[in-house]
């Protein structure tokens, strides 16, 4: 059974404003670029594996397919064996970002011998965005959960400009809604912010706040280690489930639903869910450019503002 109650129809309903810019994001994603569909697929295919979605592991892009994607492909990248030297440096990048933040470092050399700076983006935005998909359909839907036939969608228009542009536009109007969309509050969405950047690996974010918040230097510390602090239980339960989202869906187990229902209704928890996804997506985005540029100075790209300046300028937005 579902454990939130249609969840698709929440989120492409009330939730539409926050879900469907995630969408967006996704297929411009897709679009832009100049990576191959066939290594976009298997990065894809290698970030529902670690987000736990077996349904998204039996999808397959027609795309990707038409251009010479092989099931023989995928086994190999499955298993880590015969893979080219790029591939390989591609897939544990990739595994990295999404799983792994403290590895990103120590996996850019092996990529940058390979990609360019902007390619290395690419691989990094794919990897997230379908990540951010992938850890809500394993945490949150019977779907995420589902086996049998390998079902194929189409790739958006590709023949779209090859600049990043368009995604980080994207991404702006993702950001700007999951902060104006839904009840949770600015106060509890800053603390998750917070905690996102701490499990990113992310200090500048963790020094930055949202103005209006509520939320002080005091309060902001006590994200550090929230579950022996004296944030109220329902911010304590927020955060350990924002934790799981990020680090390791599948574990949102039957306990944490019901701890979750004390708090939150089930909007409410597909909002934190989003929420979460935007801010994993920001965080380790910046992260990995930030030690791309420690690797080469001149592979420069613009990081992701942390906060998207319609949320700056309207400062706390709904009460808290």
Known sequence: MERINDPYKIVRGELGPMYLPALDLLNAIW???????????????????????????????????????????????????GLSPAEEAAFNYA?????????????????????????????????????????????????????????????????????LAPVYAAYATFNA??????????????????????????????KARLPNSGVDDVMANRVWDYARSSLPERDKTALGVGELLTIDPPSINEPWFTELKLHFNEVQILELTWFMMAYKFNHRFNLAMAELAKLDPSAKVAPIPEFAPEVLAQGSGRAA
Request: aromatic share 2%.
């Open 31 to 81: 679009a832009h670029g100049t990576l191959p569909a066939p290594l976009k697929e298997l990065i894809r295919l290698k970030s529902a594996g670690i987000a736990g979605c077996l349904s998204c592991q039996n999808m397959r892009y027609e795309e990707a397919l038409d251009e010479g994607l092989s099931e023989e492909a995928i086994a190999r990248m499955r298993a880590g064996e």
């Open 95 to 163: 595994a990295a970002v999404v799983g792994h933040p403290e590895d990103i470092a120590k996996n850019l050399p092996a990529l940058r011998a390979h990609f360019t700076a902007q390619q290395i983006a690419e691989i990094t935005m794919h990897a997230l965005a379908n990540n951010m998909h992938q850890s809500y359909m394993a945490s949150m839907t019977k779907s995420g959960d589902e086996g049998g036939p390998v079902r194929t969608e189409n790739i958006p228009d590709r023949s779209a400009p090859k600049d």
């Open 177 to 206: 809604n999951v902060w104006k969309t839904g009840t949770l509050g600015p106060r509890l969405k800053e603390l998750l912010r917070l905690k996102s950047a701490q499990l990113s690996i992310r200090p500048d974010s963790m």
